[in-house]
């Protein structure tokens, strides 16, 4: 069944635990030209000695010891991937060990030791992520897969699973673990940089930070930051600074013993947790089933409280529809009941407390309900995230078009083979390619199984025209597209990008390319910035993804719109809700540096000139265009002299660089501490910035809907 990736082996255990070796045997003798290097060889001879085993019944990788490759069948391109694994020394059969998930840096490429294991306690994985995607897309995918597939073969103790890596690897252990934070017991980053993840999810998942102080490529502020974060939060965590060291630090802090002592908790008095999705809701004894807005995040703040004889949960829910608790690990007496108080809702859950408790925001009111069940419609539930939900893991098709003008349907074709190697973000993947077909090559299997990339509208893709009149964008009989709220524009003219649910088959999704027009001198370019007609397949902020984006001469501007629950647009797109006064007037920039200069407490705010975090000339004027391109930002605090203000200030440039209030035209005193906030990422910008200041700690975050209301006056 490798060419049917959607088909699961679960009444074959064997088949299954060896398909991801199988595939990647068969992707080798498949590939041109024919493998010959020593590390194929290398891969088919275990492939040999794998089918032997399974001949006479016999389980190979059960057999196996020490340092190997480990191999899973990923899904989504149908290739057997694979990663480092260590197993421990002399494993006992009667117990269950912790795990160690180990990412690479950027260019790593962890290899099997070839000396006997020297570790007794643990297990530990690397994966390859793809390469160097920062474990986006089908890296992050990688990860998450390599580890399902050694939770469920091997002795691993679900909860002690420590996540840690080096440079880009440590940025992914912030990342992964602010949205899968159920999954760890702790995180060993080393010279990373936690950005803007949800820093509330780590209540429970301690941390052991290292960073050189005289590192160039991450800086370290980027360490102290996140441990002033964390510390502001009472968070546990433990910071190793290597004052000579720089990006690359030469004698380590030993992590082992910290790690394997650490331990997930499943019964935790209280919760804090904000998630994107559903799809990563699960949080200890908590799991947020729906949204009441997919477009804003969750977020839940759950705490455990016992007064005498009276037990209480209290639950401060924000865009939360329906929660279920499992009353088997809330942290209670199974015998008494438990009084919930939910926001201004109160009612009782009677003892004896077991099972599972939903909740329902539901007439006005919080209530328990019997259960819960998603709208059965036959249609795949909507996601936010644009084309990110074709990246992550299921089977995925690209196909390109066979008819039309030549020399555009040639251009579409080589865009779309540049996307076998796209992993959703970044360069190519150094594993696995994204399965490509011509439109006529494609089966109904095909069509009711995998997500299509749909490269080319219905003058050129044979596939996109048999579904054209079924989707939810139209077009007249003068070929315009017909938008609600447009008046009709040419579609020859116009790029349109859409992600919607296959016609074809409803529970699979499909993303269509559509531009019939591409002038051969801007040929080259198409091509290479194609990966960008795939908006959001990262899996980043997928609040922010259009499901539908349409440029064209004839608009003022694009038209981004998204849907929501059952596949329907979302409604007030088109409500023109001008900027306020003082905006127009003063441009975004300031706006926003106002913002956190006032939430800060700050003498001045620092941020980013044109081109760099958006102003008056490049950032939309609708309310609705704007949330597109406006996200939450880190900030942090710090102090600096009225002298080296005026210095840092007099070696940029002042379209890059610029304050609130004006620091080029302040009065300062030389000699005077003045304290400053700027957005977290300017560490990264603004590199000579890091040489003036100090006692930096984190500042508040500015959220999305703070900014709203600050250009907009609209409060959400």
């Known amino acids: 069944k490798l060419d049917e990736p959607w088909v699961d082996l679960l009444d074959a255990p064997l088949l299954e635990r060896h398909r991801g070796l199988a595939a990647a045997g068969l992707n080798l003798l498949e590939q041109t030209p024919p493998p010959s290097s020593v590390e194929d060889m290398e891969i088919l001879s275990t492939l040999v000695s794998m089918l032997k085993d399974l001949e006479n019944g016999d389980d190979y990788f059960g057999k196996q ?17 694979r990663f480092s694994m260590m197993i421990p020394r002399d494993l006992d059969s009667g117990l269950l060990y912790p795990m160690f998930v180990n990412l690479h840096g950027n260019g790593g490429r962890p290899l099997p030791s070839t000396a006997a294991s020297r570790q007794s306690d643990y297990f530990q994985i690397r994966p390859w992520g793809r390469g160097d995607i920062s474990y986006f897309g089908l890296g992050e995918v990688d990860v998450l897969e390599a580890m399902r597939h050694v939770l469920k073969w091997y002795l691993i103790d679900p909860d002690r699973i420590c996540l840690g ?3 880009m690897g440590g940025n992914a252990t912030w990342d992964l673990a602010s949205r899968h934070t159920n999954l760890f017991a702790c995180l060993v980053p080393k010279a990373g940089r936690s950005g803007d993840g949800y820093y509330e999810n780590f209540r429970h998942v301690p941390s052991l930070i290292q960073h050189g102080a005289l590192d160039s490529s991450q800086p370290v502020d980027f360490g102290r930051y996140t441990v002033s974060r964390l510390q502001q939060l009472g968070f546990p965590v433990i910071y190793k600074e290597f004052p000579e060291d720089g990006h690359g630090i030469r004698d380590p802090y030993p992590v082992e013993e910290w790690f394997i002592n650490q331990r997930r908790p499943n019964s935790p008095e209280k919760i804090t947790y904000s998630c994107d999705t559903v799809k990563t809701g699960q949080i200890y004894w908590a799991a947020i089933h729906r949204f009441t807005d997919p477009h804003h995040q969750a977020t839940l703040d759950a705490h455990v409280v016992k007064t005498g004889e009276r037990q209480t949960i209290k639950l401060e829910l924000k865009n939360i529809e329906v929660i279920e608790l499992n009353l088997d690990d809330v942290p209670t007496d199974k015998s008494k009941s438990l009084h919930v108080l939910a926001g201004a809702d109160e009612f009782e859950i009677t003892a004896p407390l077991k099972g599972k408790a939903t909740l329902m925001w539901k007439d006005g009111a919080w209530q328990q309900v019997d259960e819960w069940m998603p709208p059965s419609t036959g249609i795949r539930p909507y996601m936010p995230g644009g084309a990110g939900n074709l990246y992550s893991g299921e089977p995925l098709l690209i196909i390109y078009p066979t008819e039309g003008i030549e020399t555009t349907r040639r251009t579409l074709e080589t865009a779309a083979r540049s996307l076998v190697l796209f992993g959703g973000f970044g360069g190519d993947m150094i594993t696995g390619r994204v399965p490509i077909k011509a439109d006529k090559d494609v089966t109904e299997s095909d069509l009711q199984h995998r997500n299509l990339i749909l490269v080319g509208g219905p003058k050129f893709n044979t596939v996109t025209r048999r579904m054209v009149d079924d989707l939810p964008i139209k077009t007249n009989a003068a070929s315009q597209f017909v938008i609600p709220g447009h008046d009709p ?13 296959s016609p074809f088959s409803p529970k699979q999704l499909v993303h269509i390319i559509w531009q019939d027009e591409i002038p051969p001198e801007t040929s080259e370019r198409f091509v290479r910035q194609f990966q960008y007609r795939l908006p959001g397949a990262s899996g980043r902020y997928p609040h922010n993804i259009p499901d539908l984006q349409i440029t064209s001469p004839e608009l003022t501007g694009p038209i981004r719109r998204q849907f929501t629950y059952g596949w329907t647009w979302k409604e007030g797109v088109d409500v023109d809700i001008p900027r306020l006064k ?17 939430k800060a407490e700050a003498d001045f705010a620092i941020g980013f000139g044109t081109g760099s ?3 008056t000339s490049s950032e939309p004027s609708s309310l609705e265009q704007f949330r597109y391109q406006n996200y939450r930002m880190t900030t942090f605090k710090a102090n600096l002299t009225g002298k080296d203000l005026k210095t840092l200030f007099a070696e940029s440039e002042p379209s890059f660089v610029i304050s609130y209030p004006s620091i080029r035209s302040a009065v300062l005193q030389p000699d005077r501490k003045y304290s400053i906030v700027a957005p977290e990422a300017i560490l990264w910008t603004v590199k000579p910035i890091r040489n003036y200041w100090t006692e930096m700690v984190a500042g508040p975050d500015i959220e999305k809907f703070d900014i709203i209301e600050a250009v907009y006056g609209v409060t959400e």
Not at 65 to 81: E, I, P, R, V
Not at 583 to 597: A, C, F, N, S, Y
Request: proline content about 0%.
């Open 165 to 167: 890596g080096h440079s």
């Open 582 to 598: 003082q905006v127009q007037k003063e441009g975004v920039d300031i706006v926003k540096l106002r913002l956190m200069q006032t």
């Open 65 to 81: 010891c020490n340092s190997l490759w480990g191999y899973y069948f990923c899904k989504a391109d149908g290739t057997g991937q």
């Open 613 to 615: 975090w958006g102003n």
């Open 489 to 501: 524009f040419d579609v020859g003219k116009s790029s349109l990008l859409l992600t919607t649910f």
